[in-house]
């Protein structure tokens, strides 16, 4: 278990902790210390990413877990934000059905032995994504049309990302 992968594990784990700060608002600065957690989190799957390769740290379980972990902490904060009321959950449902379709083109792929790496559109949509997350935790109302923006931004993206990554990794569907 190498520090990239520690680092993994450590983002997965603190999912639950973030989840309880952003559901409670009778605790004090609930959403500041939310938010905190989120960065942290999101802070932490640039630096394992960054570790293994300069580190030459790539694992099976890295290139399985990492991408799991993204998924796990952007779509936990997502449900967790319409339960409260801070987005609608037929975005959600679009960032998150994404995300069920490249899983599905992944295993397809990695059935065949090909592993496909992410593109420049779905690096853009992770930080839009991550982006419109933190907004929605601060929950700011004098930024409220920056954070609406944002949002259609990453909901663009989503779906710009799904479509090229569609096209650049064609999958025989006869076999």
């Known amino acids: 278990m190498n520090i990239a992968n520690k680092l993994t594990i450590l983002r997965v784990l603190m999912i639950p902790v973030f ?9 004090p600065y609930h959403n500041w210390i939310a938010l905190s957690i ?5 802070l932490t799957d640039m630096l394992d990413g ?13 290139k399985f877990m ?25 975005m959600v449902i679009i960032i998150i059905a994404r995300e069920f379709v490249i899983s599905g083109y992944r295993l397809v792929a990695a059935d065949s032995g090909t592993v496909i790496a992410a593109g420049i559109w779905g690096k853009l949509k992770t930080i839009a994504q991550i982006l419109m997350v933190a907004l929605l935790i601060a929950d700011i109302a004098a930024i409220k049309l920056v954070t ?3 949002i259609w931004i990453a909901i663009i ?9 569609m096209v ?6 006869n076999k």
Not at 19 to 27: C, E, G, R, S, Y
Not at 157 to 165: A, D, I, Q
Not at 168 to 173: A, E, G, P, T, V
Request: aromatic share 8%.
């Open 148 to 150: 609406e923006v944002v």
């Open 50 to 62: 960054m570790l293994a390769r300069k580190l030459d740290l790539i694992t099976n379980f890295g």
């Open 19 to 27: 989840l309880v700060f952003l559901l409670n608002p009778a605790l």
């Open 38 to 42: 989120f960065t942290a989190a999101s």
């Open 66 to 90: 990492d991408p799991l972990a993204d998924k796990l902490l952007v779509c936990a904060a997502l449900v967790a934000l319409v339960e409260l009321g801070r987005i609608a959950a037929w």
């Open 157 to 165: 993206l989503t779906l710009v990302s799904m479509v090229e990554y």
């Open 168 to 173: 650049r990794n064609r999958i025989d569907m």
